[in-house]
C-alpha cells in the first residue's frame, strides 16, 4: 500500500476550522487545559489556542471529536508528535513548574473519588438489604 502523506487540507473537518477553534477556545474558557495559561484566537506561537491531536495526526490520529484537544500553541510545540502521553505530560508539567500542584489536585480528586465510590457502595447494600436481597 502506497503511504500517502496525510494532509490536514484534505480532511476538510470542521473542527480544525477557525470556528472550531473559537467553539473550543469558548469550552475551555479561553484557559490551557494543560498550563493553564490565558490563551487567544491568534496566531502566536505561544498563546495562540491549536488544536492537538491526542494521537498526532503524523502516526494516523484521527481528525474527529474524540482525538482533538486545545491547547496553547507552547504546549503542542512541546508535544509534538510524542505518542507517550503520560511522559510529555510529565516533562510539561516540570517544565512549566505545576507538577506538585498537578499531582496534589490528582490525589485529592482521586480520594474523593474513592469516597464517593464508598458512599455509593454503602447506598446500594442498604437498598438491597432493604428489598429482601441481601
Ligand atoms: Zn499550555
Not at 469558548?26 to 484566537?41: A, E, F, K, Q, T
Amino acid at each position: 500500500m502506497a503511504s500517502a502523506k496525510r494532509d490536514h487540507s484534505t480532511t476538510g473537518d470542521a473542527l480544525l476550522s477557525r470556528e472550531g477553534r473559537l467553539l473550543a477556545g469558548l469550552l475551555v474558557g479561553w484557559r490551557c487545559p494543560c498550563c493553564d495559561v490565558r490563551m487567544n484566537s491568534g496566531d502566536c506561537k505561544k498563546t495562540g489556542l491549536q488544536i492537538d491531536h491526542v494521537v498526532p495526526f503524523a502516526v494516523g490520529g484521527n481528525v474527529i471529536a474524540g482525538n482533538l484537544v486545545p491547547l496553547c500553541g507552547a504546549c503542542n510545540a512541546s508535544k509534538s508528535d510524542s505518542t507517550d502521553l503520560i511522559d510529555w505530560l510529565e516533562r510539561r508539567l516540570v517544565a512549566i513548574g505545576a507538577y506538585k500542584t498537578r499531582r496534589k489536585h490528582c490525589k485529592a480528586e482521586a480520594l474523593r473519588l474513592a469516597a464517593e465510590l464508598d458512599r455509593i457502595r454503602l447506598e446500594l447494600a442498604a437498598t438491597l438489604v432493604e428489598a429482601g436481597i441481601h
